[in-house]
């Protein structure tokens, strides 16, 4: 007999996002050693929306698929250690004056507790990187 499926209290995806006005995405993916899911450049076309331009350069990268399933917790702790010795990029990009942050949608059908260790706040908080939090609820169907 297989166990019963655990169901999850929230849903969570955090990503990577770098934004500016000025920003050049090749020399963040250059800075950060990584490749973005998805870039662009101030004044650009937007993909879904071709008769309008983005305000603002971006620089995103999503998790891996194997960490979707992960708790919110772990997917930030994912980040941190992709992020090791990176910290130095990122407060130049920051100082540039671009937004440096861990893009993080949480979405429950009711109430949910999300607790995040001291220390990793503290390791987020040493890459420089803003929390941003937007939450969202759904109906589960049951």
Request: glycine content about 8%; some cysteine.
């Amino acid at each position: 007999m297989s166990k019963p499926r655990h169901k999850q209290e929230y849903l969570s995806h955090v990503t990577l996002m770098i934004l500016g006005n000025n920003l050049d995405p090749q020399s963040v993916s250059r800075s950060l050693r990584l490749r973005p899911t998805q870039a662009w450049r101030q004044g650009e076309p937007k993909t879904r929306d071709l008769h309008s331009t983005y305000e603002w350069g971006g620089w995103k990268k999503a998790l891996p698929n194997a960490q979707l399933t992960e708790q919110f917790a772990r997917q930030l702790a994912f980040w941190v250690k992709a992020l090791a010795g990176r910290a130095k990029a990122i407060s130049k990009l920051s100082r540039a004056g671009n937004l440096c942050a861990l893009n993080c949608y949480i979405g429950s059908s009711g109430t949910a507790s999300i607790v995040i260790p001291p220390e990793l706040q503290r390791a987020i908080a040493a890459l420089g990187l803003e929390l941003q939090l937007s939450f969202f609820a759904y109906d589960d169907g049951g």
